[in-house]
Nanobody
Framework: QVQVAESGGGLVQTGDSLRLSCAASGRTSRNYATGWFRQVPGKEREFVAA????????YYADSVKGRFTISRDNAKGTVYLQMNSLKPEDTAVYFC????????????????????WGQGTQVTVSS
């Protein structure tokens, strides 16, 4: 079993930056393909970014492309989401999800492609 835990959320102002961390533990190999999703109350969870186990493949939602950067440090078992130029519409609970594979599938934006989920961390961007 793999445990996933997010951290780094908080309250920031428009234009500020924030870095989220996703720590995965439970197995020897830490090369899990990992995705970030976010959810606003009353709306479906939406894809934000994904990275393969070796960081060769990286994908972003159009809404965050150019502002957010996903990266990973496999030695630490951690995936990061660097969020720059934050906007009020980025306000959401951000979830990290890991796959039982280092490979990112073509349907990387679908929640069901991921096996393990964290509890989420709140990001609030004030205007």
């Amino acid at each position: 079993q793999v445990q996933v835990a997010e951290s780094g959320g908080g309250l920031v102002q428009t234009g500020d930056s924030l870095r989220l961390s996703c720590a995965a533990s439970g197995r020897t190999s830490r090369n899990y393909a990992t995705g970030w999703f976010r959810q606003v109350p009353g709306k479906e969870r939406e894809f934000v970014a994904a990275v393969s186990g070796t960081a060769v493949s990286i994908y972003y939602a159009d809404s965050v492309k150019g502002r957010f950067t996903i990266s990973r440090d496999n030695a630490k078992g951690t995936v990061y989401l660097q969020m720059n130029s934050l906007k009020p519409e980025d306000t959401a609970v951000y979830f990290c999800a890991a796959r039982d594979s280092s490979y990112v599938p073509s349907a990387y934006y679908r929640e069901r492609q991921y096996n393990y989920w964290g509890q989420g961390t709140q990001v609030t961007v004030s205007s």
